[in-house]
T-cell receptor, first 115, second 113 residues
Framework: DSGVTQTPKHLITATGQRVTLRCSPR?????VYWYQQSLDQGLQFLIQ???????AKGNILERFSAQQFPDLHSELNLSSLELGDSALYFC??????????????FGPGTRLTVL | SQQGEEDPQALSIQEGENATMNCSYK?????LQWYRQNSGRGLVHLIL?????REKHSGRLRVTLDTSKKSSSLLITASRAADTASYFC?????????????FGTGTRLLVSP
């Protein structure tokens, strides 16, 4: 158990809908990262937050947004869902986020299925 | 896009044998990390090797890094059925000011009893 929690575990929804994925980092970690893992694209970095502020952006679509709240939990919002958004979405956390030796601890993931 | 390419894509061995996985990457890095993922589950951090290190050990794991060839290898010795998983290398590019991991394509390891 990494100490990172994600809810829900599974989500099945229809195209065009909007969903929110939630992540709670390990106690004491200030940075949260979101990743998407799909069969065709592999594991891709989406976005990072550090202590409530966006720190880095990766291959995140405009239909997706995220935020980190004062209690450091984070939410990833996916809107206008398409079939291709079906994937595993992982959250990870680390103590700092700017230190290259920081270890990222991954949550169990949310499996999103768009029908 | 993925920076790392891993080889082989899949590897099947017997318990007790050694497993070697290779990772190649494209740009200069601060460090390289290896992660394990059991089927459909979260990634577990295994080991981190810094760009100025050449070899690192952790239990049955041995990682090497050759920055001149932009490649790394992960050796698992005396493999066990519980080692069955996918293994990913992840690189952290230099001079970005933040830690953005770029993952490889992964090697699927199957260890048979």
């Amino acid at each position: 158990d990494s100490g990172v929690t994600q809810t829900p575990k599974h989500l099945i929804t229809a195209t065009g809908q909007r969903v929110t994925l939630r992540c709670s980092p390990r106690s004491g970690d200030l940075s949260v990262y979101w990743y998407q893992q799909s069969l065709d694209q592999g594991l891709q970095f989406l976005i990072q937050y550090y202590n409530g502020e966006e720190r880095a952006k990766g291959n995140i679509l405009e239909r997706f947004s995220a935020q980190q709240f004062p209690d450091l939990h984070s939410e990833l919002n996916l809107s206008s869902l398409e079939l291709g958004d079906s994937a595993l979405y992982f959250c990870a956390s680390s103590v700092r986020g700017g230190d290259p030796t920081d270890t990222q601890y991954f949550g169990p993931g949310t499996r999103l299925t768009v029908l | 896009s993925q920076q790392g390419e891993e080889d082989p894509q899949a590897l099947s061995i017997q318990e007790g044998e050694n497993a070697t996985m290779n990772c190649s990457y494209k740009t200069s890095i601060n460090n390289l990390q290896w992660y394990r993922q059991n089927s459909g589950r979260g990634l577990v951090h295994l080991i981190l090797i810094r760009s100025n290190e050449r070899e690192k050990h952790s239990g049955r794991l041995r990682v090497t890094l050759d920055t001149s060839k932009k490649s790394s290898s992960l050796l698992i010795t005396a493999s066990r059925a519980a080692d069955t998983a996918s293994y990913f290398c992840a690189t952290d590019a230099m001079n970005t000011g933040f830690q953005k991991l770029v993952f490889g394509t992964g090697t699927r390891l199957l260890v048979s009893p």
